[in-house]
């Protein structure tokens, strides 16, 4: 597995992925909530008409660069590679913020709360954005674009 | 105040755990959907690692009458499957293949990047303005 995929990190994905999961079990058992990034994103700055307290959605949001840094800090620090243009960045910001809203969700709350509820709405939406998102890598790769 | 602090207390959570696995790295996001170079399965094990907690919350849930900290669980409908879910499903993934970003990791990037993360959260804003604009 190791030698096969030489830039994976099962152990840390794994770990990592542990402590996402027990952040949305926190929300759910704790305040009621689902945790999903975009719906609560959309609710804490008024873009989003959910029902989520306001102050409440807030609060998760600004904890998620907190809790990074406070991570790469006891990491000594973390890669984060951007695209070196910043026209990836920007298009693919534009797509991810409309078709979340669209599609009422993403990778944490179709991904993580909505598969693990057994939602077969957040199994189709988790389903359909990871193809559509291979297609598209399959197809820049196919254009020289990476 | 206790659920504002547990708010908190999970956003810090769920942001240490995008920044230790890795997910927080876009490149590294675009190379597990990238199949067809240099496949990092790594995204695999992150999903795996957090429906597990997640499936024993929603075990422990079905038997709560209500939250600890809050007066009733408010949660979305499983509704059907429609064609604004589908089609925006569909965007999102565009948007994800082409940039390696998705909400989470962007606004946790804002303390990792932050010249970079705030480009890619100020289009997913613009992202959110368009749709919302345009839906009604």
């Known amino acids: 597995m190791i030698a096969a995929f030489p830039h994976a990190m099962p152990v840390e994905g794994l770990l990592g992925g542990l402590l996402i999961g027990l952040s949305a079990a926190i929300l ?65 910001g534009l797509l991810v913020g409309y078709g979340t809203r ?25 389903l359909l954005f990871m193809a559509s998102g291979i ?7 196919a254009g020289g674009l990476l | 105040m206790k659920r504002l602090l547990a708010a908190l207390a999970a956003g810090a959570i769920f942001g240490a755990g995008l920044a230790l696995s890795g997910m927080a790295d876009p490149q590294r996001v675009r190379a597990f959907l990238d199949l067809f170079g240099a496949w990092d399965p790594t995204l695999a094990f992150v999903m795996g690692g957090a ?20 007066d009733a669980f408010d949660l979305p409908p499983t509704r059907g499957i429609d064609g ?27 303390a990792l990047a932050p010249s970079q993360a705030i480009v890619a959260v100020a289009a997913m804003g613009a992202g959110m303005i368009l749709h919302r604009l345009t839906s009604r």
């Open chain 2, 84 to 110: 604004p879910l589908a089609v925006g499903a569909v965007i999102f993934g565009i948007g994800w293949g082409i940039s390696g970003l998705c909400p989470g990791p962007a606004i946790a990037g804002l």
């Open chain 1, 135 to 141: 297609a598209t890598v399959a197809l820049m790769r």
């Open chain 2, 51 to 70: 429906l597990i907690p997640m499936a024993i919350a929603w075990a422990i849930q079905r038997r709560m009458a209500n939250p600890i900290l809050a």
């Open chain 1, 102 to 126: 669209l599609g009422s969700g993403c990778t944490s709350g179709h991904g993580v709360c909505g598969m693990s509820r057994l939602s077969l709405r957040s199994i189709t939406a988790t």
């Open chain 1, 28 to 92: 759910l058992l704790g305040n009621g909530r689902i945790a999903g990034v975009s719906g609560l994103a959309a609710r804490a700055t008024g873009l989003g008409t959910g029902s989520a307290p306001r102050g409440m959605a807030a609060a998760f949001i600004i904890g998620l660069p907190l809790g990074a840094a406070v991570m790469a800090l006891l990491l000594g620090g973390v890669e984060i590679r951007y695209p070196a243009s910043i026209w990836p960045i920007a298009l693919g």
